[in-house]
């Protein structure tokens, strides 16, 4: 893996939504809904299943475009912008249903993901994927089709990074994975901040978000409930109770 860069800004606001509203139809699924996310944080998105965490993911990716509200990527409005456009300012998105392609290989997988570095990034290998992926490597031959649920996770991550993007949106990784892979996933996310990348991940497993998050916010029906680290979330039991428990 490449060593982190030392000189990566920390504490810019790369990433904030303001007064969102984005609907399906008629339903409106996101209200009003604002958070900030700072270059080099892991944080992550909580709430419950139907709480508007993979519409949040979708809205920021233009995949849903918002009927108001402000998203802005390292100070530009993107509401309104093709998602292909998006994704080329260095938003990387990984789905929560992967979309890898069964028929292709680990290999010819990661070529489809594959676009041009980025200034000031250095860019993502296959050595380096397969270092941060061991599965990966001891699989590369193999299709899509033949991997685990898990495996086939850390393909979409790593097609993912081979775009070189500078924000990673994660929806949903530990989602039906086995407990050792969602070690492997953790360590993974990790090492990602290290090497300087942001990333936004939504979860309902609040153990997987407390070993991997610097903060949190959590959503219920579209809204912002709290937003904070998780050391302060820890500290509030109720507002866990009320609004992550089962």
Same mark, same amino acid.
């Given at each position: ?97 992967? +979309? ?38 001891? +699989? ?107």
């Amino acid at each position: 893996m490449a060593a982190p860069c030392s000189n990566r800004k920390r504490g810019h606001r790369v990433l904030e939504l303001s007064a969102v509203n984005s609907f399906y139809g008629k339903a409106h699924v996101l209200g009003d809904l604002s958070f900030t996310v700072e270059r080099g944080q892991v944080v992550a998105l909580l709430g419950r299943n139907g709480a508007g965490k993979t519409t949040t993911m979708k809205s920021i990716m233009q995949l849903v475009t918002p009927q108001s509200g402000s998203i802005t990527f390292q100070g530009v409005e993107i509401i309104g912008l093709p998602s292909h456009r998006v994704a080329k300012m260095g938003l990387g998105y990984v789905p929560e249903e992967r +979309r890898i392609f069964t028929d292709l290989t680990v290999l010819e997988n990661l070529e489809v993901g594959r676009q041009p570095p980025r200034d000031g990034l250095a860019p993502w290998t296959q050595d380096m994927l397969f270092a941060l992926f061991p599965n990966l490597a001891e +699989r590369r031959n193999n299709r899509g089709k033949e991997l685990s649920g898990g495996e086939q996770q850390m393909l979409t991550i790593a097609r993912t990074l081979m775009g070189n993007p500078r924000f990673v949106l994660l929806d949903e990784p530990s989602e039906g994975i086995a407990p050792v892979i969602v070690e492997q996933l953790a360590r993974a996310i990790l090492q990602l901040k290290a090497e300087g990348l942001t990333v936004l991940l939504s979860e309902q497993n609040l153990h997987f978000a407390q070993a991997v998050a610097d903060s949190a916010v959590i959503i219920e029906g579209g809204s912002r409930k709290y937003a904070g680290t998780l050391a302060d979330l820890d500290a509030h039991p109720e507002i866990r109770d009320a609004y992550l428990s089962v």
